[in-house]
Protein backbone atom coordinates (compact mmCIF):
# COMPACT_ATOMS: atom_id res chain seq x y z
CA UNK A 1 0.00 0.00 0.00
CA UNK A 2 1.46 3.55 -0.96
CA UNK A 3 2.24 6.19 1.61
CA UNK A 4 -0.04 8.78 2.14
CA UNK A 5 0.54 12.09 2.81
CA UNK A 6 -2.46 14.73 3.56
CA UNK A 7 -2.07 17.91 1.94
CA UNK A 8 -5.22 20.22 1.25
CA UNK A 9 -7.03 21.82 -1.86
CA UNK A 10 -7.70 25.07 -2.87
CA UNK A 11 -11.29 24.58 -0.91
CA UNK A 12 -9.61 23.43 2.06
CA UNK A 13 -10.60 20.03 2.00
CA UNK A 14 -8.13 17.16 2.61
CA UNK A 15 -6.32 15.25 -0.45
CA UNK A 16 -4.07 12.60 -0.82
CA UNK A 17 -0.80 12.63 -1.50
CA UNK A 18 -0.16 9.19 -2.57
CA UNK A 19 4.07 8.78 -2.05
CA UNK A 20 5.43 6.43 -4.48
CA UNK A 21 6.87 3.00 -2.66
CA UNK A 22 10.31 2.94 -2.70
CA UNK A 23 13.13 0.74 -1.03
CA UNK A 24 14.36 2.09 1.85
CA UNK A 25 18.34 2.82 1.61
CA UNK A 26 20.34 4.31 5.09
CA UNK A 27 22.80 6.59 4.36
CA UNK A 28 24.68 6.95 7.82
CA UNK A 29 22.02 7.39 10.36
CA UNK A 30 19.25 8.98 7.78
CA UNK A 31 17.01 6.24 6.52
CA UNK A 32 15.88 7.44 3.07
CA UNK A 33 12.82 5.86 0.84
CA UNK A 34 10.08 3.50 3.05
CA UNK A 35 8.41 5.63 5.01
CA UNK A 36 10.72 7.80 6.10
CA UNK A 37 9.87 11.74 6.01
CA UNK A 38 11.36 13.52 3.11
CA UNK A 39 15.30 14.21 3.46
CA UNK A 40 16.33 17.93 2.88
CA UNK A 41 20.20 17.79 1.85
CA UNK A 42 22.33 20.28 0.59
CA UNK A 43 26.30 20.96 -0.49
CA UNK A 44 28.77 22.47 0.55
CA UNK A 45 30.48 25.61 -1.65
CA UNK A 46 33.89 25.63 0.11
CA UNK A 47 37.01 23.86 -0.55
CA UNK A 48 36.97 20.86 0.39
CA UNK A 49 40.61 20.53 1.36
CA UNK A 50 39.89 23.53 3.46
CA UNK A 51 38.59 21.23 6.40
CA UNK A 52 38.41 24.36 8.87
CA UNK A 53 35.86 26.50 6.34
CA UNK A 54 34.44 23.28 5.25
CA UNK A 55 33.65 21.96 8.57
CA UNK A 56 32.29 25.55 9.72
CA UNK A 57 30.02 25.47 6.67
CA UNK A 58 28.67 22.34 7.78
CA UNK A 59 28.02 23.09 11.37
CA UNK A 60 25.98 25.99 9.92
CA UNK A 61 23.59 23.77 7.86
CA UNK A 62 23.05 21.36 10.41
CA UNK A 63 21.74 24.57 12.52
CA UNK A 64 19.71 25.56 9.32
CA UNK A 65 17.87 21.48 9.68
CA UNK A 66 20.29 20.13 6.47
CA UNK A 67 20.05 15.99 7.04
CA UNK A 68 22.84 15.11 4.68
CA UNK A 69 24.90 16.82 3.12
CA UNK A 70 27.99 16.47 0.06
CA UNK A 71 30.93 17.51 -0.73
CA UNK A 72 33.03 17.94 -3.77
CA UNK A 73 36.25 15.55 -4.46
CA UNK A 74 38.15 16.91 -7.41
CA UNK A 75 41.22 15.84 -6.07
CA UNK A 76 43.22 13.75 -4.02
CA UNK A 77 43.67 16.64 -1.17
CA UNK A 78 39.92 16.70 -1.14
CA UNK A 79 39.37 13.63 -0.87
CA UNK A 80 41.50 12.95 2.20
CA UNK A 81 40.44 15.58 4.50
CA UNK A 82 37.32 14.04 4.10
CA UNK A 83 37.89 11.55 7.55
CA UNK A 84 38.63 14.65 9.25
CA UNK A 85 35.45 16.24 8.39
CA UNK A 86 33.27 13.08 8.92
CA UNK A 87 34.70 13.17 13.10
CA UNK A 88 33.88 16.78 13.34
CA UNK A 89 30.43 16.80 11.56
CA UNK A 90 26.46 15.40 13.27
CA UNK A 91 25.01 14.68 9.91
CA UNK A 92 25.75 11.39 7.34
CA UNK A 93 28.60 13.08 4.77
CA UNK A 94 28.18 12.30 1.01
CA UNK A 95 31.11 12.22 -1.19
CA UNK A 96 30.35 14.02 -4.84
CA UNK A 97 32.69 12.35 -7.55
CA UNK A 98 33.14 12.53 -11.01
CA UNK A 99 36.12 11.61 -13.60
CA UNK A 100 38.62 10.00 -11.22
CA UNK A 101 36.79 6.26 -9.99
CA UNK A 102 40.13 6.34 -7.41
CA UNK A 103 38.71 9.78 -5.81
CA UNK A 104 35.68 7.10 -4.84
CA UNK A 105 37.90 4.42 -3.45
CA UNK A 106 39.94 6.71 -1.17
CA UNK A 107 36.76 8.80 -0.30
CA UNK A 108 35.25 4.95 1.33
CA UNK A 109 38.48 4.71 3.10
CA UNK A 110 37.74 7.77 4.60
CA UNK A 111 34.71 6.28 6.12
CA UNK A 112 31.95 8.63 4.50
CA UNK A 113 28.53 7.67 4.60
CA UNK A 114 27.51 7.77 1.01
CA UNK A 115 28.62 8.39 -2.70
CA UNK A 116 27.72 10.31 -5.47
CA UNK A 117 28.73 8.91 -8.77
CA UNK A 118 27.69 10.23 -12.78
CA UNK A 119 27.29 7.53 -15.06
CA UNK A 120 28.36 10.57 -17.69
CA UNK A 121 31.88 10.44 -16.22
CA UNK A 122 32.86 7.89 -14.02
CA UNK A 123 34.65 6.02 -16.68
CA UNK A 124 34.42 2.31 -18.11
CA UNK A 125 32.87 -0.78 -16.37
CA UNK A 126 35.85 -1.98 -14.44
CA UNK A 127 35.84 1.09 -13.14
CA UNK A 128 32.66 1.38 -11.58
CA UNK A 129 33.13 -1.88 -10.08
CA UNK A 130 36.20 -1.66 -8.25
CA UNK A 131 33.96 1.29 -6.59
CA UNK A 132 30.63 -0.85 -6.11
CA UNK A 133 32.96 -3.98 -4.38
CA UNK A 134 34.61 -1.63 -2.19
CA UNK A 135 31.38 0.64 -1.32
CA UNK A 136 29.51 -2.75 -0.98
CA UNK A 137 32.34 -4.36 1.63
CA UNK A 138 32.05 -1.19 3.48
CA UNK A 139 28.09 -1.25 3.11
CA UNK A 140 27.88 2.20 2.25
CA UNK A 141 25.10 3.48 -0.58
CA UNK A 142 25.63 4.98 -3.72
CA UNK A 143 23.37 7.46 -5.64
CA UNK A 144 23.80 7.12 -9.56
CA UNK A 145 23.52 10.93 -10.23
CA UNK A 146 22.52 11.29 -14.05
CA UNK A 147 22.54 15.36 -15.43
CA UNK A 148 21.58 16.30 -18.85
CA UNK A 149 24.77 18.23 -18.77
CA UNK A 150 27.08 15.45 -18.92
CA UNK A 151 25.19 12.29 -20.43
CA UNK A 152 27.42 9.34 -22.21
CA UNK A 153 28.39 10.27 -25.22
CA UNK A 154 27.15 6.88 -26.82
CA UNK A 155 23.59 7.96 -25.33
CA UNK A 156 23.67 11.06 -26.92
CA UNK A 157 24.18 10.09 -29.76
CA UNK A 158 21.43 7.70 -30.08
CA UNK A 159 18.83 10.18 -28.53
CA UNK A 160 20.09 13.14 -30.20
CA UNK A 161 19.62 15.72 -27.15
CA UNK A 162 19.64 14.96 -23.71
CA UNK A 163 15.97 13.96 -23.38
CA UNK A 164 14.36 12.29 -20.38
CA UNK A 165 14.63 8.84 -22.30
CA UNK A 166 18.14 9.80 -22.36
CA UNK A 167 18.50 10.44 -18.86
CA UNK A 168 17.02 7.33 -17.87
CA UNK A 169 18.95 4.94 -19.95
CA UNK A 170 22.02 6.35 -18.40
CA UNK A 171 20.32 5.94 -15.14
CA UNK A 172 19.32 2.26 -15.43
CA UNK A 173 22.59 1.34 -17.56
CA UNK A 174 24.22 2.19 -14.40
CA UNK A 175 21.86 0.72 -11.43
CA UNK A 176 21.94 -2.71 -13.95
CA UNK A 177 25.92 -2.98 -13.37
CA UNK A 178 25.80 -2.43 -9.81
CA UNK A 179 22.46 -5.12 -9.59
CA UNK A 180 24.93 -7.77 -11.18
CA UNK A 181 26.87 -6.61 -8.46
CA UNK A 182 25.01 -7.84 -5.85
CA UNK A 183 24.54 -3.85 -4.81
CA UNK A 184 20.73 -2.75 -3.68
CA UNK A 185 22.06 0.30 -1.43
CA UNK A 186 21.29 2.97 -4.81
CA UNK A 187 19.73 5.94 -5.11
CA UNK A 188 18.85 7.78 -8.12
CA UNK A 189 18.74 11.34 -9.59
CA UNK A 190 17.87 12.56 -13.26
CA UNK A 191 18.15 16.27 -12.98
CA UNK A 192 18.54 18.82 -15.84
CA UNK A 193 18.18 23.09 -16.00
CA UNK A 194 15.23 22.40 -17.91
CA UNK A 195 12.41 22.04 -15.87
CA UNK A 196 10.07 20.14 -18.04
CA UNK A 197 12.32 17.61 -19.07
CA UNK A 198 13.45 17.26 -14.63
CA UNK A 199 10.12 16.20 -14.80
CA UNK A 200 9.61 13.90 -16.65
CA UNK A 201 12.63 11.74 -16.32
CA UNK A 202 11.39 11.63 -12.70
CA UNK A 203 8.21 10.32 -13.80
CA UNK A 204 9.62 7.73 -15.79
CA UNK A 205 12.12 6.60 -13.30
CA UNK A 206 9.03 6.03 -11.19
CA UNK A 207 7.42 3.75 -13.58
CA UNK A 208 10.86 1.64 -14.23
CA UNK A 209 12.29 1.21 -10.69
CA UNK A 210 11.35 1.53 -6.45
CA UNK A 211 14.66 2.42 -5.53
CA UNK A 212 14.29 6.28 -3.52
CA UNK A 213 14.38 9.05 -5.67
CA UNK A 214 16.57 12.45 -4.97
CA UNK A 215 14.58 15.29 -6.77
CA UNK A 216 16.67 18.83 -7.94
CA UNK A 217 16.66 20.85 -10.53
CA UNK A 218 20.41 21.21 -11.40
CA UNK A 219 22.13 24.57 -12.09
CA UNK A 220 19.03 25.66 -11.26
CA UNK A 221 19.68 30.02 -11.26
CA UNK A 222 20.06 32.51 -8.44
CA UNK A 223 18.47 32.84 -5.78
CA UNK A 224 15.35 34.18 -6.98
CA UNK A 225 15.12 32.34 -10.15
CA UNK A 226 16.95 29.18 -8.98
CA UNK A 227 13.93 28.99 -6.08
CA UNK A 228 10.94 29.31 -8.99
CA UNK A 229 12.79 26.77 -11.24
CA UNK A 230 12.75 24.66 -8.00
CA UNK A 231 9.94 25.12 -6.43
CA UNK A 232 8.36 24.37 -9.83
CA UNK A 233 9.70 21.02 -10.37
CA UNK A 234 10.19 19.60 -7.34
CA UNK A 235 6.67 20.70 -6.06
CA UNK A 236 5.36 19.35 -9.45
CA UNK A 237 7.12 15.56 -8.57
CA UNK A 238 6.20 15.87 -4.83
CA UNK A 239 2.69 16.19 -4.94
CA UNK A 240 2.32 13.34 -7.91
CA UNK A 241 4.12 11.18 -4.69
CA UNK A 242 7.40 11.06 -6.32
CA UNK A 243 10.71 12.05 -4.19
CA UNK A 244 12.30 10.96 -1.27
CA UNK A 245 15.29 13.12 -0.83
CA UNK A 246 15.88 16.94 -2.09
CA UNK A 247 18.16 19.40 -3.10
CA UNK A 248 17.68 22.97 -4.25
CA UNK A 249 20.40 23.99 -5.95
CA UNK A 250 20.93 27.29 -6.25
CA UNK A 251 23.45 29.99 -6.90
CA UNK A 252 23.43 31.33 -3.13
CA UNK A 253 24.81 30.46 0.13
CA UNK A 254 23.59 26.60 1.25
CA UNK A 255 21.59 28.00 4.05
CA UNK A 256 19.39 29.27 1.64
CA UNK A 257 19.12 25.85 0.11
CA UNK A 258 17.82 24.35 3.30
CA UNK A 259 15.47 27.07 3.74
CA UNK A 260 13.74 26.83 0.81
CA UNK A 261 13.59 23.42 0.49
CA UNK A 262 11.76 23.23 3.89
CA UNK A 263 9.45 26.13 1.97
CA UNK A 264 8.44 23.43 -0.73
CA UNK A 265 8.07 20.96 1.56
CA UNK A 266 5.70 23.10 4.00
CA UNK A 267 3.68 24.35 1.23
CA UNK A 268 2.67 20.55 0.40
CA UNK A 269 2.16 19.88 4.09
CA UNK A 270 4.54 17.32 4.00
CA UNK A 271 7.13 18.66 6.47
CA UNK A 272 7.36 21.62 8.66
CA UNK A 273 10.35 23.55 10.08
CA UNK A 274 10.56 26.52 11.95
CA UNK A 275 7.82 29.51 11.56
CA UNK A 276 5.84 30.62 8.75
CA UNK A 277 5.10 33.92 8.13
CA UNK A 278 2.18 35.12 6.21
CA UNK A 279 1.56 38.43 5.22
CA UNK A 280 -0.68 40.25 2.47
CA UNK A 281 1.22 41.61 -0.33
CA UNK A 282 -0.52 45.57 0.45
CA UNK A 283 -2.41 47.69 -1.55
CA UNK A 284 -4.29 50.54 -1.43
CA UNK A 285 -6.28 49.37 0.94
CA UNK A 286 -3.23 48.92 3.54
CA UNK A 287 -3.52 50.66 7.06
CA UNK A 288 0.00 49.58 8.42
CA UNK A 289 3.27 49.54 7.12
CA UNK A 290 3.03 45.75 6.77
CA UNK A 291 6.58 45.09 5.03
CA UNK A 292 8.18 46.66 7.38
CA UNK A 293 6.74 44.69 9.70
CA UNK A 294 7.00 41.39 8.64
CA UNK A 295 10.77 42.10 7.93
CA UNK A 296 10.62 43.29 11.96
CA UNK A 297 9.19 39.80 12.78
CA UNK A 298 11.20 37.79 10.40
CA UNK A 299 14.43 39.12 11.53
CA UNK A 300 14.00 38.38 15.02
CA UNK A 301 12.65 34.39 15.03
CA UNK A 302 15.30 33.94 12.74
CA UNK A 303 16.57 30.51 14.00
CA UNK A 304 13.50 29.30 15.42
CA UNK A 305 12.69 25.76 15.01
CA UNK A 306 9.06 25.05 16.20
CA UNK A 307 6.68 25.12 13.02
CA UNK A 308 3.97 27.76 13.98
CA UNK A 309 2.11 29.76 11.27
CA UNK A 310 2.03 33.73 12.08
CA UNK A 311 -0.39 36.20 9.89
CA UNK A 312 0.35 39.31 9.47
CA UNK A 313 -2.27 41.44 7.99
CA UNK A 314 -3.10 45.38 6.44
CA UNK A 315 -7.12 45.85 6.19
CA UNK A 316 -10.27 44.26 7.02
CA UNK A 317 -10.66 42.09 3.80
CA UNK A 318 -9.00 39.06 4.53
CA UNK A 319 -6.91 40.44 7.52
CA UNK A 320 -9.32 39.39 10.52
CA UNK A 321 -9.98 35.86 8.75
CA UNK A 322 -6.74 34.66 7.91
CA UNK A 323 -5.47 36.38 11.67
CA UNK A 324 -7.94 33.91 12.67
CA UNK A 325 -6.71 30.42 10.92
CA UNK A 326 -2.87 31.51 12.31
CA UNK A 327 -1.32 30.27 15.37
CA UNK A 328 -0.86 33.95 15.93
CA UNK A 329 -2.40 36.93 13.89
CA UNK A 330 -2.45 40.71 13.55
CA UNK A 331 -5.22 41.93 12.10
CA UNK A 332 -4.40 45.38 11.44
CA UNK A 333 -5.57 48.72 10.87
CA UNK A 334 -5.50 52.20 11.79
CA UNK A 335 -3.46 53.28 14.99
CA UNK A 336 -5.00 49.62 16.48
CA UNK A 337 -5.10 45.95 15.67
CA UNK A 338 -6.40 42.87 16.85
CA UNK A 339 -4.25 39.96 18.24
CA UNK A 340 -5.22 36.68 17.35
CA UNK A 341 -3.95 33.58 19.31
CA UNK A 342 -5.09 29.59 18.37
CA UNK A 343 -8.30 31.43 16.20
CA UNK A 344 -9.18 32.90 19.64
CA UNK A 345 -9.16 37.05 20.23
CA UNK A 346 -6.37 38.02 22.50
CA UNK A 347 -6.95 41.26 22.90
CA UNK A 348 -6.87 44.97 20.70
CA UNK A 349 -3.21 46.08 20.46
CA UNK A 350 -1.96 49.56 19.83
CA UNK A 351 0.07 49.83 16.23
CA UNK A 352 3.04 51.33 17.76
CA UNK A 353 3.19 47.94 20.20
CA UNK A 354 2.70 45.36 17.48
CA UNK A 355 5.74 43.81 16.94
CA UNK A 356 6.34 43.81 20.83
CA UNK A 357 3.35 42.29 20.98
CA UNK A 358 3.99 39.39 18.34
CA UNK A 359 7.27 38.70 19.52
CA UNK A 360 5.55 37.75 23.23
CA UNK A 361 3.14 35.47 21.61
CA UNK A 362 5.67 33.84 19.49
CA UNK A 363 7.98 33.26 22.78
CA UNK A 364 5.06 31.92 24.44
CA UNK A 365 3.98 29.49 22.39
CA UNK A 366 7.43 28.28 21.00
CA UNK A 367 8.21 27.22 24.90
CA UNK A 368 4.95 25.69 25.02
CA UNK A 369 5.58 23.77 21.89
CA UNK A 370 9.33 22.29 23.37
Not at 39 to 66: N, P, Y
Not at 215 to 243: F, K, N, P, Q, R
Not at 311 to 328: K, R, S, T, Y
Not at 331 to 350: N, P, T
Amino acid sequence: MKRKDISKNGAGEAMEIRRRKTRVVRIGNVSVGGRSPIVVQSMTKTDTADTRKTIKQIKSLEKAGCEIVRVAVPDSGAARALGKIKVSIKIPLVADIHFDHRLALIALEEGVDGLRINPGNIGKRERVEQVVKAALKRKVPIRIGVNAGSIEKRILSKYGRPSPSAMLESALGHTKILEELGFRAIKLSLKASNVRDTVEAYRLAAKETDYPLHLGITEAGSYVSGTIHSAVGIGILLSEGIGDTLRVSLTAPPEREVEVAYEILRALDLRKRGPRVISCPSCGRAEIDVEKLTKQVESKIAGLTSPIDIAIMGCVVNGPGEAQDADIGLAGGKGLGMLFVRGKKAGKVKEKDFLAALLKEIETLTREKL
